[in-house]
Antibody, heavy 122, light 113 residues
Framework: QVQLVQSGAEVKKPGASVKVSCKAS????????ISWLRQAPGQGLEWMGW????????NFAQKLQGRVTMTTDTSTSTAYMELRSLRSDDTAVYYC???????????????WGQGTLVTVSS | DIVMTQSPDSLVVSLGERATINCKSS????????????LAWYQQKPGQPPKLLIY???TRESGVPDRFSASGSGTDFTLTISSLQAEDVAVYYC?????????FGQGTKVEIK
Protein backbone atom coordinates (compact mmCIF):
# COMPACT_ATOMS: atom_id res chain seq x y z
CA GLN A 1 0.00 0.00 0.00
CA VAL A 2 1.44 3.30 -1.11
CA GLN A 3 1.51 5.63 1.85
CA LEU A 4 3.35 8.25 3.87
CA VAL A 5 3.18 7.86 7.64
CA GLN A 6 4.22 10.79 9.81
CA SER A 7 5.39 10.95 13.39
CA GLY A 8 3.09 11.94 16.22
CA ALA A 9 1.97 15.26 17.63
CA GLU A 10 4.49 17.51 19.36
CA VAL A 11 4.27 20.29 21.91
CA LYS A 12 7.22 22.67 22.01
CA LYS A 13 8.15 25.86 23.79
CA PRO A 14 8.99 29.04 21.90
CA GLY A 15 12.60 29.00 20.76
CA ALA A 16 12.82 25.22 20.65
CA SER A 17 13.15 22.98 17.59
CA VAL A 18 10.94 20.23 16.23
CA LYS A 19 11.76 17.37 13.89
CA VAL A 20 8.94 15.60 12.06
CA SER A 21 9.46 12.32 10.23
CA CYS A 22 7.66 10.92 7.20
CA LYS A 23 8.11 7.25 6.35
CA ALA A 24 7.28 6.16 2.82
CA SER A 25 6.17 2.70 1.82
CA UNK A 26 4.74 0.93 -1.20
CA UNK A 27 6.88 2.67 -3.80
CA UNK A 28 10.51 3.34 -4.66
CA UNK A 29 11.45 6.18 -2.34
CA UNK A 30 14.10 7.69 -4.57
CA UNK A 31 11.79 7.98 -7.57
CA UNK A 32 9.96 10.96 -6.06
CA UNK A 33 10.77 14.01 -4.01
CA ILE A 34 9.10 15.01 -0.78
CA SER A 35 7.41 18.33 -0.17
CA TRP A 36 6.54 19.71 3.24
CA LEU A 37 3.50 21.90 3.76
CA ARG A 38 1.75 23.27 6.82
CA GLN A 39 -1.68 24.48 7.78
CA ALA A 40 -2.26 26.73 10.77
CA PRO A 41 -5.52 26.15 12.68
CA GLY A 42 -8.46 27.22 10.54
CA GLN A 43 -6.14 28.55 7.85
CA GLY A 44 -5.04 27.62 4.35
CA LEU A 45 -2.13 25.60 3.04
CA GLU A 46 1.44 26.88 3.00
CA TRP A 47 4.21 25.18 1.03
CA MET A 48 7.45 25.03 3.01
CA GLY A 49 9.82 23.41 0.57
CA TRP A 50 10.90 20.29 -1.31
CA UNK A 51 13.75 17.83 -1.12
CA UNK A 52 15.02 15.45 -3.74
CA UNK A 53 15.27 11.96 -2.31
CA UNK A 54 17.77 11.20 -5.08
CA UNK A 55 20.43 13.85 -4.47
CA UNK A 56 19.13 15.85 -1.46
CA UNK A 57 18.68 19.04 -3.50
CA UNK A 58 16.39 21.35 -1.60
CA ASN A 59 14.15 24.26 -2.50
CA PHE A 60 12.72 26.24 0.42
CA ALA A 61 10.13 28.93 0.80
CA GLN A 62 12.07 32.14 1.34
CA LYS A 63 10.26 33.05 4.57
CA LEU A 64 11.58 29.86 6.20
CA GLN A 65 15.15 30.04 4.88
CA GLY A 66 17.59 29.63 7.74
CA ARG A 67 15.06 28.04 10.10
CA VAL A 68 14.16 24.86 8.23
CA THR A 69 16.18 21.79 7.32
CA MET A 70 14.94 18.91 5.21
CA THR A 71 16.77 15.61 5.03
CA THR A 72 16.17 12.06 3.92
CA ASP A 73 17.37 8.62 4.93
CA THR A 74 17.14 6.37 1.90
CA SER A 75 18.00 3.28 3.96
CA THR A 76 14.70 3.62 5.82
CA SER A 77 12.72 5.53 3.15
CA THR A 78 12.14 8.33 5.62
CA ALA A 79 12.13 12.08 5.16
CA TYR A 80 12.63 14.58 7.95
CA MET A 81 11.74 18.23 8.44
CA GLU A 82 13.32 20.21 11.25
CA LEU A 83 12.10 23.68 12.15
CA ARG A 84 14.14 25.77 14.60
CA SER A 85 13.52 28.86 16.71
CA LEU A 86 9.85 28.01 16.98
CA ARG A 87 7.30 30.78 17.47
CA SER A 88 3.63 30.64 18.35
CA ASP A 89 2.70 31.25 14.73
CA ASP A 90 4.47 28.01 13.77
CA THR A 91 1.61 26.14 15.44
CA ALA A 92 0.15 24.11 12.62
CA VAL A 93 -0.49 20.70 11.13
CA TYR A 94 2.58 19.77 9.13
CA TYR A 95 2.17 17.53 6.09
CA CYS A 96 4.67 15.66 4.01
CA UNK A 97 3.67 14.91 0.44
CA UNK A 98 5.13 13.00 -2.46
CA UNK A 99 5.97 15.19 -5.39
CA UNK A 100 7.87 14.62 -8.63
CA UNK A 101 11.03 16.56 -9.43
CA UNK A 102 10.01 20.10 -8.65
CA UNK A 103 12.05 21.56 -11.51
CA UNK A 104 12.02 18.88 -14.21
CA UNK A 105 8.53 17.43 -13.64
CA UNK A 106 6.29 19.88 -11.83
CA UNK A 107 3.20 18.05 -10.73
CA UNK A 108 0.15 18.17 -8.52
CA UNK A 109 0.29 16.30 -5.22
CA UNK A 110 -1.42 12.93 -5.17
CA UNK A 111 -0.02 11.42 -2.00
CA TRP A 112 -0.07 13.10 1.41
CA GLY A 113 0.92 12.06 4.88
CA GLN A 114 -1.74 12.11 7.58
CA GLY A 115 -0.37 15.28 9.14
CA THR A 116 1.46 16.05 12.38
CA LEU A 117 0.17 18.69 14.77
CA VAL A 118 2.94 20.84 16.19
CA THR A 119 1.86 23.15 19.00
CA VAL A 120 4.17 25.93 20.13
CA SER A 121 3.20 27.25 23.52
CA SER A 122 4.89 28.49 26.65
CA ASP B 1 5.55 34.66 -5.74
CA ILE B 2 2.36 33.81 -7.63
CA VAL B 3 -0.64 34.89 -5.60
CA MET B 4 -3.73 32.71 -5.93
CA THR B 5 -7.08 34.31 -5.12
CA GLN B 6 -10.27 32.32 -4.85
CA SER B 7 -13.84 33.53 -4.87
CA PRO B 8 -16.10 33.28 -3.07
CA ASP B 9 -14.66 32.51 0.38
CA SER B 10 -17.74 30.44 1.15
CA LEU B 11 -20.66 29.01 -0.75
CA VAL B 12 -24.00 27.63 0.43
CA VAL B 13 -25.73 25.48 -2.16
CA SER B 14 -28.80 23.22 -2.09
CA LEU B 15 -28.38 19.51 -2.62
CA GLY B 16 -28.38 18.73 -6.33
CA GLU B 17 -27.59 22.29 -7.33
CA ARG B 18 -24.46 23.59 -9.04
CA ALA B 19 -21.50 25.01 -7.15
CA THR B 20 -18.91 27.16 -8.89
CA ILE B 21 -15.58 28.28 -7.45
CA ASN B 22 -13.23 30.70 -9.15
CA CYS B 23 -9.46 30.97 -8.87
CA LYS B 24 -7.31 33.74 -10.25
CA SER B 25 -3.51 33.75 -10.37
CA SER B 26 -1.40 36.90 -10.30
CA UNK B 27 0.71 35.54 -13.17
CA UNK B 28 -0.05 33.09 -15.92
CA UNK B 29 0.46 29.45 -14.96
CA UNK B 30 0.42 28.34 -18.60
CA UNK B 31 3.61 26.88 -20.06
CA UNK B 32 3.05 27.72 -23.70
CA UNK B 33 5.71 25.31 -24.95
CA UNK B 34 3.91 22.42 -23.27
CA UNK B 35 0.42 23.89 -23.70
CA UNK B 36 -0.35 23.00 -20.10
CA UNK B 37 -1.72 25.03 -17.23
CA UNK B 38 0.07 24.10 -14.03
CA LEU B 39 -3.02 24.37 -11.85
CA ALA B 40 -4.58 21.85 -9.49
CA TRP B 41 -7.73 21.69 -7.37
CA TYR B 42 -7.94 19.93 -4.02
CA GLN B 43 -10.75 19.02 -1.65
CA GLN B 44 -10.11 19.00 2.09
CA LYS B 45 -12.46 17.63 4.71
CA PRO B 46 -11.99 18.30 8.45
CA GLY B 47 -9.14 16.37 10.00
CA GLN B 48 -7.92 15.05 6.66
CA PRO B 49 -5.13 16.01 4.27
CA PRO B 50 -6.16 17.54 0.96
CA LYS B 51 -7.29 15.22 -1.82
CA LEU B 52 -6.37 15.89 -5.43
CA LEU B 53 -9.41 16.41 -7.66
CA ILE B 54 -8.10 18.07 -10.82
CA TYR B 55 -4.66 18.59 -12.36
CA UNK B 56 -3.46 20.36 -15.52
CA UNK B 57 -6.40 22.70 -14.82
CA UNK B 58 -9.02 20.37 -16.26
CA THR B 59 -7.97 16.72 -15.95
CA ARG B 60 -9.97 14.79 -13.40
CA GLU B 61 -7.94 12.54 -11.11
CA SER B 62 -8.74 8.85 -11.28
CA GLY B 63 -11.68 7.95 -9.05
CA VAL B 64 -13.03 11.50 -8.77
CA PRO B 65 -16.76 11.63 -9.59
CA ASP B 66 -17.61 13.21 -12.93
CA ARG B 67 -19.79 15.83 -11.25
CA PHE B 68 -16.48 17.60 -10.62
CA SER B 69 -15.17 19.50 -13.63
CA ALA B 70 -12.77 22.36 -14.12
CA SER B 71 -11.74 24.77 -16.81
CA GLY B 72 -9.67 27.84 -17.49
CA SER B 73 -6.32 28.92 -18.81
CA GLY B 74 -3.63 31.46 -18.12
CA THR B 75 -4.78 33.28 -15.01
CA ASP B 76 -8.48 32.45 -14.63
CA PHE B 77 -9.82 29.06 -13.57
CA THR B 78 -13.10 27.53 -12.43
CA LEU B 79 -14.08 24.41 -10.50
CA THR B 80 -17.66 23.27 -10.91
CA ILE B 81 -19.61 20.70 -8.94
CA SER B 82 -22.55 20.02 -11.22
CA SER B 83 -24.91 18.49 -8.66
CA LEU B 84 -23.84 19.00 -5.07
CA GLN B 85 -23.94 15.95 -2.84
CA ALA B 86 -23.75 15.82 0.95
CA GLU B 87 -20.27 14.29 0.80
CA ASP B 88 -18.98 17.31 -1.15
CA VAL B 89 -19.12 19.53 1.93
CA ALA B 90 -15.49 20.56 2.29
CA VAL B 91 -12.98 23.33 1.68
CA TYR B 92 -11.65 23.54 -1.87
CA TYR B 93 -8.23 24.93 -2.78
CA CYS B 94 -6.58 25.80 -6.05
CA UNK B 95 -2.79 25.50 -6.29
CA UNK B 96 -0.25 26.53 -8.88
CA UNK B 97 2.72 24.26 -9.54
CA UNK B 98 4.14 26.43 -12.30
CA UNK B 99 6.90 27.80 -10.09
CA UNK B 100 8.27 27.84 -6.58
CA UNK B 101 7.17 28.62 -4.03
CA UNK B 102 4.09 26.56 -4.70
CA UNK B 103 1.10 28.64 -3.67
CA PHE B 104 -2.51 27.96 -2.83
CA GLY B 105 -5.67 29.96 -2.87
CA GLN B 106 -7.14 30.83 0.51
CA GLY B 107 -9.81 28.16 0.18
CA THR B 108 -13.55 28.13 -0.48
CA LYS B 109 -15.83 26.50 2.06
CA VAL B 110 -18.79 24.70 0.49
CA GLU B 111 -21.83 24.00 2.64
CA ILE B 112 -25.32 22.63 2.13
CA LYS B 113 -28.31 24.94 2.28
Amino acid sequence: QVQLVQSGAEVKKPGASVKVSCKASGYTFTNYGISWLRQAPGQGLEWMGWISTYNSYTNFAQKLQGRVTMTTDTSTSTAYMELRSLRSDDTAVYYCAREDDIVQLPSAIRLWGQGTLVTVSS
Amino acid sequence: DIVMTQSPDSLVVSLGERATINCKSSQSVLYSSKNKNYLAWYQQKPGQPPKLLIYWASTRESGVPDRFSASGSGTDFTLTISSLQAEDVAVYYCQQYHSTPRTFGQGTKVEIK
